[in-house]
């Protein structure tokens, strides 16, 4: 069963916001827009906190976040339970899921072309997390 996507923006990153979505739903995928949904000047925060809490209440729910730098992902990462890099490479993307089984990643679109965040989301959802030694790296994330 393919995870559903949620997908937030701020400002700056609403164009490819609606680009992802749209390839997202090329490829058969269920996402969730969570905003913003306008151009203006907006609080990331606004956006992001509702869209990583819906990945954290899910485990099949996945997380993208657009904004002009990626690092929105700092909102987040405040949240127990979510592993949001912010990628920018195939590379990066695969290495967040792979060895930190990040449910979510962020994106700057004033960093990135198009294509390469089209490629980036691609990465990311095609890995898959190879446990053993990662796992107990993770399992001290959220320790109290």
Request: glycine share 0%; proline share 9%; no cysteine.
């Given at each position: 069963m393919n995870p559903i996507i949620v997908i937030a923006s701020d400002h700056a990153g609403f164009e490819y916001k609606a680009i992802l979505k749209s390839h997202l739903e090329s490829k058969g995928?269920?996402?969730e827009d969570f905003g913003?949904?306008?151009?203006?000047?907006?609080?990331?925060?606004d956006f992001?906190?509702?869209a990583a809490e819906a990945v954290a209440k899910d485990s099949n729910t996945l997380g993208i976040i657009i904004g002009g730098s990626g690092?929105?992902?700092?909102v987040a990462n405040?949240?127990?339970g979510i592993r949001c890099a912010v990628v920018w490479s195939d590379q990066t993307a695969r290495l967040s899921k792979e060895h930190g089984n990040c449910n979510m990643i962020a994106i700057g679109q004033r960093l990135l072309s198009q294509e390469k965040a089209i490629s980036i989301v691609d990465a990311w959802l095609s890995a898959e997390f190879k446990g053993g030694r990662h796992q107990k790296r993770i399992n001290k994330i959220d320790m109290e």
């Open positions: 995928i269920q996402s913003a949904y306008y151009t203006d000047s907006v609080d990331y925060p992001v906190r509702p690092n929105e992902a700092i405040r949240l127990r």
